[in-house]
Every structure is written in structure tokens, then in C-alpha cells.
């Protein structure tokens, strides 16, 4: 040992050793030595929940269009956007029309929003569906469809099917008194 | 007078070695991420993970995901690369001794190596486990679905992840200690 050469080489090596180890020893000590919970990672999810009511149904004979509003309630502690919807409805049991959204809805957490779906009809679909409100007391609309969410940056489709009871009364026109 | 005389002053100092080990400081100082993985956009991120040796944060959802062991790892290296640091400081005014050699290392050079090879055998595991395989760099597509009904949950994120500017400092750093040891050895001859 002429110039401390081996005392420097081991007393460093002793220190890094320590140093190093040292952090890690402690974590077990803390932890009951118990590698399984200091491994695992812990993680709660944030609730992501949401609930869909009709308000109100409209149609518009001159329009040809039947309109349903719901009110979306966000029950999450994640915002979301509606931002498409892709399907189909049938009303009354027989009449088939595609869907659209009316606009895109951004819903915080904790707030709620409306949406709106137009549910577009031709000619032959107005003629069958004005006896229906005429003579029956309900009528009936199924949708299936998918909902493109946006859920912070990811996209998300989520299935969006719902059957709606509508009674006539209720059902209103926006072309006659 | 020769370029070996000149980086040491005339062995008086390992100006090199000095510089590397104020480097070193800084390096594990830094709070800033080596290697960072976003989801989705960066204003409002599905999911963000930023690693270094000495830091590890990681959300889902906005919500953070903890793994006990982690800040002893970080507080572990971080010390470690302090004391190399110091010890490079002190060896760098002490070129004449020959014992010196012990204090001036190359463990700066390893810390960027250790950890790119850590994020390669990590995401070979990861992958495993959540059915992706994240890339060191580069862009991907988180794709997967969720039963619901009888139907699927179907979630897209487009995600990124890249070594950031602090890597690429560690990695220059890393070399300037190699450059340093080396000088110190010649040196000391």
C-alpha cells in the first residue's frame, strides 16, 4: 500500500456498494420484506360512467326528420366528448332510418349536456309513420348504433343501443299547431 | 508541450474529468425525464410515463400509477451517480497520485447504457402483459376492447415515445468521463 492506493480502491468500492444498497435495503426494511408489494403496481382506475335520457321527441313533417333530444349526464371523473354516432334506428317496428348527431357534446365531470339525434326519413317513411301517430297512443323507437367518444386523446366506440316508448302526445310536430 | 499536458495543466488537473464530474452533478440533478411514452395528445394525455434513473412518473387516465419500489431505485442511483460524480471531482485535482485512478470512474459512461438496456428488457416484458409492444422511439397505436353487452368497447390511442434531450446530455456526459478516465490514465503513467 505505497501511496493508498488499495485503501482508496476498497474504501470507494465499500461506499458505492453502500450507497447504492443502502436505498434498497431500507425499502425492504420498510415494507416487512415483502417483494411482492413493493413490485406490484398500484393504480385506481377513474370511474368512467355515464347515463342517457330521452327529453324530448319532435318530428317535422316538412323537414322529414323525427328528432330525439336526450340529456347526457356525465357520472365519471373523466371529461368525454360525443363526437359521432354511426347506425341505424327503427321506429314503429317498420321503419328504418340512418342516424346522425346534430353536434358534438363536450361533458366535464359531474355535468350533464344535451344530444341531439336526427333520424332522417323519406317520403314512403312520413307516409307510413303519420298514421301511427294518429291512431296509436305509443310509438316505438329502436336504436343501434356505436358512439365515437373521445375520452381525454383516445377514441373510443362504445355501443349505444336503446329502445324508446314514445306516446304520440307527446311525440311533437313542428309544421302543425 | 503536448494535448495531454494541456488537459491536465501540466498533471496538475484533469480539466476533463473536472468538467465530467460537474456534468455528472447536473445529470443527477435533473428532474427531467430520459425517456418519455404520451397517449394521445400532450395537452390532455390518456396516459404519460416519464422514466430517467432517478425519476418515474406515470399516469393513466389522470390518475397516478405507483410501484413502491421505484423512488428507492431512484433515490439509489441518484445517489450513486453523486458520489461519482464527487469522487471524479476530487481525482480530477489529484492527477498526480496514483491512487487517483480509483476515484476517477467510468460508472457516468454506464448509467445511459444500464438504462437503455433496462427500457429494451421493460418493454419486452410490458409487451407481454398488456398485448403491445411499446418501441424505444417512435409512434404507435394503443388498440384495444372491453367486452360490454354484446358488444365491444373499442379504444384507439394514438401514442409516441421518444428519448428526450436529457438522455442525449447523459450520453455526452457518459462519454466525457470515459474521455476523462482515459486522459487520467495516460496520465498517471
Same mark, same amino acid.
Given at each position: 500500500?505505497?501511496?493508498? +492506493?488499495?485503501?482508496?480502491?476498497?474504501?470507494?468500492?465499500?461506499?458505492?456498494?453502500? =450507497?447504492?444498497?443502502?436505498? @434498497?435495503?431500507?425499502?425492504?426494511?420498510?415494507?416487512?420484506?415483502?417483494?411482492?408489494?413493493?413490485?406490484?403496481?398500484?393504480?385506481?382506475?377513474?370511474?368512467?360512467?355515464y347515463s342517457i335520457e330521452i327529453k324530448e321527441a319532435v318530428?317535422s313533417?316538412?323537414e322529414?326528420v323525427v328528432q330525439l333530444t336526450f340529456e347526457l349526464s356525465n357520472? +365519471?371523473?373523466?371529461?368525454f366528448s360525443v363526437r359521432e354516432l354511426r347506425g341505424k334506428a =327503427?321506429l314503429?317496428?317498420? @321503419?328504418?332510418t340512418p342516424i346522425e348527431l346534430t353536434q358534438a357534446i363536450d361533458l366535464?365531470?359531474?355535468?350533464r349536456g344535451t344530444m341531439t339525434i336526427k333520424l332522417p326519413l323519406?317520403?314512403?317513411?312520413?307516409?307510413?309513420?303519420?298514421?301511427?301517430?294518429?291512431?296509436?297512443?305509443?310509438?316505438?323507437v329502436e336504436i343501434t348504433s356505436s358512439l365515437n367518444v373521445h375520452v381525454?386523446?383516445?377514441m373510443v366506440t362504445v355501443p349505444f343501443r336503446t329502445?324508446l316508448? @314514445?306516446?304520440?302526445?307527446?311525440?311533437?310536430?313542428?309544421?302543425?299547431? | 508541450?503536448?494535448?495531454?499536458?494541456?488537459?491536465?495543466?501540466?498533471?496538475?488537473?484533469?480539466?476533463?474529468?473536472?468538467?465530467?464530474?460537474?456534468?455528472?452533478?447536473?445529470?443527477?440533478?435533473?428532474?427531467?425525464?430520459?425517456?418519455?411514452?404520451?397517449?394521445?395528445?400532450?395537452?390532455?394525455?390518456?396516459?404519460?410515463?416519464?422514466?430517467?434513473?432517478?425519476?418515474?412518473?406515470?399516469?393513466?387516465?389522470?390518475?397516478?400509477?405507483?410501484?413502491?419500489?421505484?423512488?428507492?431505485?431512484?433515490?439509489?442511483?441518484?445517489?450513486?451517480?453523486?458520489?461519482?460524480?464527487?469522487?471524479?471531482?476530487?481525482?480530477?485535482?489529484?492527477?498526480?497520485?496514483?491512487?487517483?485512478?480509483?476515484?476517477?470512474?467510468?460508472?457516468?459512461?454506464?448509467?445511459?447504457?444500464?438504462?437503455?438496456?433496462?427500457?429494451?428488457?421493460?418493454?419486452?416484458?410490458?409487451?407481454?402483459?398488456?398485448?403491445?409492444?411499446?418501441?424505444?422511439?417512435?409512434?404507435?397505436?394503443?388498440?384495444?376492447?372491453?367486452?360490454?353487452?354484446?358488444?365491444?368497447?373499442?379504444?384507439?390511442?394514438?401514442?409516441?415515445?421518444?428519448?428526450?434531450?436529457?438522455?442525449?446530455?447523459?450520453?455526452?456526459?457518459?462519454?466525457?468521463?470515459?474521455?476523462?478516465?482515459?486522459?487520467?490514465?495516460?496520465?498517471?503513467?
Amino acid at each position: 500500500m505505497k501511496d493508498g +492506493g488499495e485503501l482508496v480502491k476498497y474504501l470507494s468500492l465499500a461506499i458505492s456498494v453502500l =450507497v447504492g444498497l443502502t436505498p @434498497i435495503v431500507v425499502a425492504f426494511h420498510q415494507h416487512s420484506w415483502n417483494l411482492q408489494s413493493l413490485i406490484t403496481p398500484i393504480y385506481s382506475p377513474p370511474r368512467v360512467d355515464y347515463s342517457i335520457e330521452i327529453k324530448e321527441a319532435v318530428i317535422s313533417e316538412r323537414e322529414r326528420v323525427v328528432q330525439l333530444t336526450f340529456e347526457l349526464s356525465n357520472l +365519471g371523473d373523466v371529461g368525454f366528448s360525443v363526437r359521432e354516432l354511426r347506425g341505424k334506428a =327503427v321506429l314503429a317496428g317498420e @321503419i328504418t332510418t340512418p342516424i346522425e348527431l346534430t353536434q358534438a357534446i363536450d361533458l366535464p365531470p359531474a355535468t350533464r349536456g344535451t344530444m341531439t339525434i336526427k333520424l332522417p326519413l323519406d317520403e314512403s317513411a312520413v307516409l307510413k309513420l303519420v298514421p301511427f301517430i294518429m291512431t296509436k297512443e305509443r310509438i316505438t323507437v329502436e336504436i343501434t348504433s356505436s358512439l365515437n367518444v373521445h375520452v381525454l386523446s383516445s377514441m373510443v366506440t362504445v355501443p349505444f343501443r336503446t329502445s324508446l316508448t @314514445i306516446e304520440s302526445s307527446k311525440l311533437h310536430t313542428t309544421d302543425r299547431p | 508541450m503536448n494535448l495531454l499536458h494541456i488537459l491536465t495543466i501540466n498533471r496538475r488537473l484533469n480539466i476533463v474529468a473536472l468538467a465530467s464530474s460537474l456534468l455528472l452533478l447536473y445529470v443527477a440533478l435533473s428532474e427531467d425525464p430520459w425517456w418519455v411514452v404520451t397517449g394521445g395528445s400532450e395537452e390532455s394525455p390518456t396516459f404519460v410515463v416519464k422514466i430517467s434513473p432517478f425519476i418515474f412518473d406515470m399516469s393513466i387516465l389522470e390518475k397516478e400509477v405507483l410501484i413502491l419500489i421505484i423512488p428507492y431505485l431512484n433515490l439509489a442511483a441518484k445517489l450513486t451517480l453523486l458520489l461519482t460524480s464527487l469522487m471524479m471531482l476530487v481525482g480530477s485535482f489529484m492527477v498526480k497520485k496514483r491512487w487517483s485512478r480509483y476515484l476517477v470512474s467510468t460508472r457516468g459512461a454506464t448509467f445511459p447504457i444500464v438504462f437503455l438496456v433496462g427500457l429494451f428488457l421493460g418493454s419486452f416484458v410490458a409487451s407481454s402483459y398488456i398485448g403491445f409492444s411499446i418501441p424505444i422511439v417512435g409512434e404507435f397505436t394503443v388498440n384495444f376492447t372491453i367486452p360490454y353487452g354484446e358488444g365491444l368497447i373499442t379504444v384507439i390511442t394514438p401514442s409516441k415515445a421518444s428519448l428526450t434531450g436529457m438522455f442525449w446530455i447523459a450520453v455526452a456526459v457518459g462519454l466525457s468521463s470515459l474521455l476523462g478516465k482515459l486522459i487520467h490514465n495516460r496520465s498517471l503513467r
